[in-house]
């Protein structure tokens, strides 16, 4: 006899059955391509990755930028004409040449200090030479050597304050030292203004024949007011005259009041 219990050993799947299919994928677990979906989505910002986004968004930004501003500067020097080219290269030359001879002029400064037998007394004669540079960009302390005398005769009266200040710009781009128009001292601070029938120059009033009394090389101050499209060529559409003189001593002696600040110390010690 046959007990009521059912004691017939248990069926394995066939090999090939859609129940063992199903077995044996549960058995291994989740694949590979399951568990990156699951590690990738949703996506989970830490706070080190957010800021490494915002750092690298910023770099993109400013690289973005600097590219446009780039490509602006080549198209305006692409437009220009060839005069305004001609006119940028000078200009830098002589600007790379004046920061070349500041430059030596600094070595040698520095040789003079480390060979000096007494250096305390050579960094004496180097502050006292400073200090007459100084006076003399200020307007301080009068000066004289090269430099070139522009006359600017205006019949018509044409001429206004900002003819003077072009020239004056012209002039100190071209490597002038000390300037003096008419009876003023022009500094980095001087203003020009119209007054009436003449120009009023920080505060002074001054009429035609302008005289500009300028400290420089002559050869790189002259050629400067005489670009094409220059200050010269734009007073004589004004119906001015200029003339222009070089000489080996110009003596600019108009002096300004030293000014001492009411509240700025220096902070050397």
Known sequence: MRSSEDTSPTREPREGAPGAEASVAADRGPTGRERLVKALWPPRLTRAQLVVALLLFGLGFGLAVQVASHSTGDDALRGARQEDLVRILDELDDRTERLEEEKRGLERQREELENSSDQAEEARKQTEE?????????????????????????????VEADDLLNAVQELRAAGAEAIQVNDVRVVAGTWFANSGDGVNVDGSRIAAPYRFQVIGEPQDLEPALNIPGGVV???????ATVEIERSDKIVVDALRPEERADYARSSSR
């Open 130 to 158: 400073r200090e007459r540079r100084l006076g003399i960009l200020a307007g301080t302390v009068a000066a004289w050597g090269p430099g070139i005398t522009v006359t600017i005769a205006d019949a018509e009266g044409a």
């Open 233 to 239: 060529q734009a007073l004589e559409k004004e119906q």
